[in-house]
């Protein structure tokens, strides 16, 4: 693959909820750092960045707007200048103005990572596919929480993302880990 000033970085939704109750287990305690190594690089080339935060509309959400879950991670806030974009489904691209950015960007190639894998970065990246974009899902900066199976059982946080990544990686785009995406980073600014 090749990375170039094109190539938009999409952090999804690394926001504090998720460490707390009512949310499952979750997987991949790597996550954090991967991303952050993610958005150090990127903002050292330059290169376009758009963070995602989920502000749910939904009674009782721990992400709704003003409660202490809606709060970016630690690291993962926007700096000054840089690009935020709410909102309150699953897609990013829905009811907001991603797809207008990233076009007046000149942006072809959207590379993806945050919470969770199977949930709004899946969603995020099937729909920016159908748009016309060409997609990376960052697999080891993602993770996804363990799943009410429906029928008395769960499907462990391991699996969910693994199936995930999976069916990404099969019909709407390449999933790399951020080694290989800090690789073509570094070719690309060389």
Not at 103 to 115: A, P, T, Y
Not at 160 to 185: N, Y
Request: charged share 20%; aromatic share 6%; glycine share 8%.
């Amino acid at each position: 693959m090749i990375l170039d000033a094109r190539t938009a970085l999409i952090p999804i939704d690394v926001q504090r909820a998720f460490d707390h109750a009512p949310w499952p287990r979750r997987n991949n305690p790597a996550m954090e750092r991967n991303g952050l190594r993610l958005l150090a690089a990127w903002r050292a080339a330059g290169w376009p960045l758009i963070h995602v935060c989920h502000d749910s509309v939904q009674p009782g959400s721990t992400l709704a707007p003003g409660l202490p879950g809606n709060a970016f991670r630690a690291g993962f806030e926007p700096r000054p200048g840089e690009a935020l974009v709410r909102k309150s489904v699953n897609a990013a691209f829905i009811g907001t103005d991603l797809d207008l950015r990233l076009r007046r960007l000149g942006v072809e190639h959207v590379v993806l990572f945050g919470i969770s894998t199977d949930m709004c970065v899946s969603t995020t990246a099937r729909v920016a596919a159908n748009l016309g974009y060409r997609v990376t899902v960052v697999g080891d900066a993602c993770c996804c929480f363990d799943l009410d199976d429906g029928a008395g059982g769960v499907i462990p946080a391991d699996e969910v993302h693994r199936a995930h990544l999976a069916t990404l990686r099969a019909e709407f785009g390449q999933v790399a880990d951020t080694d290989e995406v800090l690789a073509w980073l570094a070719r690309a600014a060389a």
